[in-house]
T-cell receptor
Framework: AQSVTQLGSHVSVSEGALVLLRCNYS??????LFWYVQYPNQGLQLLLK??????LVKGINGFEAEFKKSETSFHLTKPSAHMRDAAEYFC?????????????FGKGTKLSVKP | DVKVTQSSRYLVKRTGEKVFLECVQD?????MFWYRQDPGLGLRLIYF???????EKGDIPEGYSVSREKKERFSLILESASTNQTSMYLC?????????????FGPGTRLTVL
């Protein structure tokens, strides 16, 4: 079975500091991996996705993530945090098999950015 | 741009009422999904559909049903709402049945059952 673990339900950084949000997955087959962002009172928006091409994936708003098979990780980073990055971030993996490729989500990490 | 719309942003209902949550997508997507989102639990899949009149149970289907009479519309039904169904409900759609397709989300409906 596939699953996703996000380490840290809350992360706080100062404006201009590095953002690192951690995601580990378990999968018996090569996965497709996603990061979504949810701003307050809104739906989820795709930040980036890994689909077995380049291991370093660049997304919107300056975010990127690196797929590391040996560590079963797909951590999200941004070199310099902005106040507008304050949101909740979800890592997700595709579940294979007869379920049409359903997403399995992590529990989310809420990012706070201090001035 | 893909657009997924949900009929209400906020909804307040009473215990025992029948509740309909509507979702419409405008990009001819095959797949549609209903999730509920609760603090600390992330998103959990209630039902999904990969074709008109087709539906499959997700992880937490109890207390819910769905309807997909037209390709662009996917409805979530709470036959008899209960307080433990107070939650944020998110609809999503994706293009086709293959793995790796991006799911596009609506803005969500925050349902409160009193």
């Amino acid at each position: 079975a596939q699953s996703v673990t996000q380490l840290g339900s809350h992360v706080s950084v100062s404006e201009g500091a590095l953002v690192l949000l951690r995601c580990n997955y378990s999968s018996s087959v090569p996965p497709y991996l996603f990061w979504y962002v949810q701003y307050p009172n809104q739906g989820l928006q795709l930040l980036l996705k890994y689909t077995s091409a380049a291991t370093l994936v660049k997304g919107i708003n300056g975010f990127e993530a690196e797929f590391k098979k040996s560590e079963t990780s797909f951590h999200l980073t941004k070199p310099s945090a902005h106040m507008r990055d304050a949101a909740e971030y979800f890592c997700a993996v595709i579940l294979y098999g007869g379920s049409q490729g359903n997403l399995i989500f992590g529990k989310g990490t809420k990012l706070s950015v201090k001035p | 741009d893909v657009k997924v719309t949900q009929s209400s942003r906020y909804l307040v209902k009473r215990t025992g009422e029948k509740v309909f949550l509507e979702c419409v997508q405008d990009m001819d997507h095959e797949n549609m999904f209903w999730y509920r989102q609760d603090p600390g639990l992330g998103l959990r899949l209630i039902y999904f559909s990969y074709d008109v009149k087709m539906k499959e149970k997700g992880d937490i289907p109890e207390g819910y049903s769905v309807s997909r009479e037209k390709k662009e519309r996917f409805s979530l039904i709470l036959e008899s709402a209960s307080t433990n169904q107070t939650s944020m409900y998110l609809c999503a759609s994706s293009l086709r049945r293959g793995a790796g397709d991006t799911q596009y989300f609506g803005p969500g409906t925050r349902l409160t059952v009193l």
